[in-house]
């Protein structure tokens, strides 16, 4: 738990256990509803929890609302919200996952660990855009992809940020063209080659 209070910032002890009724919970649905690759199970908390954490900390955000794209298992609009509980309560976290089975899973963490999330269950482009500060997105497609999904629920002057592996540079050459942007790469504190790639002004257009 060291390493997991270094990643995490100094929460409480309060979030900590919250994050504990989550990955138990993941755990046993995971049994039946493919949430997160059986393989990575063991190494639950560095390969998906503290990686979704590092996420809320680079954002850098206080307020406003945060939605995030195929949250699946809850990687990491989840995790979001329950550190933002404590540390960014004016936060709203919204989650857009089609699977219903996903949603339901997503609103029981909710229930279960009494953090509000709202749950949207549909497809990413048939929900009305969300005028979102924060769009987050973890293992959804490729950046050419994904940018127009996000730039769709983005406010005007608001972020996406997004973990990417380590093809990470060749994605993002390929959305300059089509797309001008500013961009933030901030090296990710749970795998080597992967980053977190954080946008702003993002519009249609070529990149300079």
């Known amino acids: 738990m060291k390493d997991a209070q270094s990643v995490l910032g100094g929460v409480s002890r309060e979030t900590v256990r919250r994050l504990e009724i989550y990955a138990d919970l ?3 649905w995971n049994k039946s509803i493919n949430l997160v690759s059986p393989k990575t199970i063991n190494d639950l908390w560095s390969r998906h929890l503290l990686d979704s954490a590092q996420i809320f ?4 955000v206080l307020s406003g609302k945060w939605v ?3 949250s699946g298992g809850g990687f990491p609009g989840l995790v979001v919200a329950i550190i933002a509980a ?4 004016s936060i709203a976290v ?3 996952e089609s699977d219903i089975r996903k949603a339901t899973f997503l609103r029981t963490v909710s229930r279960e660990t009494s953090v509000s ?3 949207i269950a549909d497809r990413i482009e048939m929900v009305p855009p969300q005028s979102a ?3 987050s997105a973890r293992a959804l497609a490729p950046l050419p992809k994904l940018i127009p999904y996000a730039y769709r629920h983005l ?3 608001g972020i996406g940020i997004f973990p990417k592996g380590e093809r990470h540079k060749e994605e993002i050459n390929r959305l300059k063209q089509d797309w001008s942007f500013k961009l933030d790469v901030f090296p990710s504190r749970t795998e080597s080659e992967a980053a977190i790639l954080r946008f702003e002004d993002l519009s249609n257009g070529k990149s300079v």
């Open 68 to 70: 995030d794209l195929g």
């Open 57 to 60: 900390d680079l954002a850098n």
């Open 117 to 119: 999330v709202s749950v």
């Open 86 to 89: 404590e540390k960014a309560p």
């Open 26 to 28: 993941l755990v046993k």
């Open 94 to 96: 919204t989650c857009i």
């Open 133 to 135: 500060d924060v769009v």
């Open 155 to 157: 406010a005007v002057g």
